[in-house]
């Protein structure tokens, strides 16, 4: 496998055929909002929230999986300070040792 391509369950997959995470996101929020749109009265709340949510903690999980739990390397890998992903591990109710 050369360094433009990936692993993805036993499958190699170049750069250029990878899905764009973002092209996904926006799918999603497209979804949310149109079946809010048929919803009388209904009002998108918290998008940003939402969003975070449902990255961040499978993010953090697989980092702190890929890392053996080492805090320090997965502060590393995420661009954070190291308290910072501990506050967020605590507010994601992960075990800091997975």
Not at 3 to 17: A, K, R, Y
Not at 48 to 76: I, R, W, Y
């Amino acid at each position: 496998m050369n360094t433009s391509s990936f692993q993805l369950i036993n499958t190699e997959v170049s750069h250029d055929e990878m899905v764009d995470i973002s092209e996904c996101i926006q799918h999603h929020f497209n979804v949310y909002l149109d079946a809010l749109d048929g919803a009388e009265g209904a009002q998108p709340h918290d998008l940003h929230d939402m969003l975070l949510e449902a990255c961040e903690k499978p993010l953090l999980e697989l980092v702190m999986k890929k890392t053996n739990g080492n805090q320090s390397l997965a502060s590393d890998w995420l661009g954070i300070n190291r308290a910072t992903l501990r506050k967020k591990l605590l507010a994601y109710d992960l075990d800091a040792k997975k």
